[in-house]
């Protein structure tokens, strides 16, 4: 299995440090073992995607263990789906790819993470080169039809008719998204009213929601895991400069997390053709 081309969609062959299509249309590899897809007329600004300032946040926090138990939970449901090709969409700097792709590694599989943001999958291919990492969108995946056994999207957002495409029958595709009570805490020094995380189930057509279970835990931050925390969240541009020098003085800041996990199974090809 190879990648996509993702000006005319052939399949893309190695040569060397490049992957070329049957068009001439050639990608290299970056030295950290990359491989840029995402061309310039399929982004939404210069540099899609998050900052080398939050990439940097992610990584302390994450290192950390504050975010283990999700990671965790989801490399048991990996266990018993046992893919031999999986896919991390919305990768970040690869903390959550390299235990997945311990999984994949039993069954003598292979991970690919993917991100549109050059400077997270520069980070990650840097530390885990077990994985192969590429910066593409989500929305056009660069992977050919029905070529991966399982699917990882955490928080991170992705058409589902391109994970039907992609993914086989019987496939599995495993979702985090907040849970209503989310970082409450944190929220609550920005905003005058914290909304809670709406509750509504998603569906994914295609696919039968087979397994849904919410997990959280406490946490208890020092100033600049607090710090690290907001950063890496999509409401930290919202934060006044007091709530910032407030979470650099805490000694312990008390916030909970909440996590909604859902397994979808790819329907069967017969029923997806009715």
Known sequence: MSYLCPLCHAPLVPEGRSFVCPQGH???K?????VNLLPVQHKRSKDPGDSSEMMQARRAFLDAGHYQPL????????EQAAPATLLDIGCGEGYYTAGFA???AKQNGTTWGLDVAKIAIRYAAKRYPQVHFCV???HRLPFDDNSLDAVVRIFAPCKAEELARV???AGVVITATPGPRHLMQLKGLIYDNVMLHSAESESLPGFIAEQTQQIGWPMTLKGDEAVALLQMTPFAWRARSEVWQALAAETAFNCET????RVWRREDQLKVLK
């Open 136 to 138: 593409a969108s989500s």
């Open 102 to 104: 311990e999984i994949a």
């Open 30 to 34: 970056a030295k950290e073992g990359y």
């Open 26 to 28: 050639q990608f290299d």
């Open 167 to 169: 993914v086989k029958p």
């Open 258 to 261: 909440d996590f909604v996990i």
């Open 71 to 78: 990671r965790d939970t989801i490399c048991q449901i990996l």
